[in-house]
């Protein structure tokens, strides 16, 4: 009777042993665990700039600002590791198209000036202890600027007619991105995604 008491103990002792260990190490799974570079409870903020990869239609384009962007994310945990935050952001380009119809020159320049802020969030995966990896996605709103101008000249005589506009539209994009600190206040940060192509910024982290 002793013999099977003790026997019955030592497997519980045994399984219970191989479930804790199970759900220990299930903890630091690279899917649901932060790495060494980012925990929770962190404030990321990034600055940088980037390339668009939704400019104008229509003409070659003759001025560019590569999107200008700041965001700013705090770091939680609710069952798996993610990110809450906003951004913000301008961007600006201007496009000229020169035509000749039937010996009358025309030619038409725009000129657009954007910009857009938003809610942002990114879930963070524990691959390479050094980088914070990611990938999340961003939801807000475009506010949009256009100067156009349309220029015909024929016979030596030139008119010029201009019009402006102005509205909003929706903002949607998908990213993925890397941060790599050089210690626990700075680092630097990259970004693929749409509609910013490429961003490289500066990131800065806070422990709260």
Do not use: C
């Amino acid at each position: 009777m002793k013999k099977t008491i003790i026997i019955s103990l030592l497997l519980a002792a045994s399984v219970a042993s191989v479930f804790g260990a199970s759900k220990k190490k299930k903890k630091g799974e690279w899917w649901n665990s932060y790495g060494r570079a980012v925990q929770e409870g962190n404030l990321l903020l990034n600055v940088g700039m980037g390339i668009n990869g939704n400019l104008g239609q229509g003409g070659d384009l003759s001025s560019y600002i590569p999107p200008f962007e700041a965001s700013g994310e705090y770091t939680t945990f609710i069952g798996v590791p993610i990110g809450f935050g906003g951004f913000i952001g301008y961007t600006g380009y201007k496009t000229e198209e020169n035509v000749n119809a039937a010996g009358t020159y025309i030619t038409t320049t725009k000129e657009r000036n954007v910009f857009y802020f938003g809610g942002l969030a990114n879930y963070h995966f524990n691959l390479v202890d050094e980088l914070d990896l990611y990938a999340g996605a961003k939801i807000g709103l475009d506010f949009k600027n256009e100067e156009k101008k349309v220029s015909s000249t024929y016979a030596g005589t030139t008119t010029t007619v201009s019009e402006s506009d102005e509205w909003m539209s929706l903002h949607f994009g998908i990213n993925a991105g890397a941060t790599y600190y050089f210690n626990d206040f700075f680092g630097v940060n990259v970004e693929a995604g749409f509609p910013t192509i490429l961003r490289v910024a500066a990131s800065f982290k806070f422990d709260f």
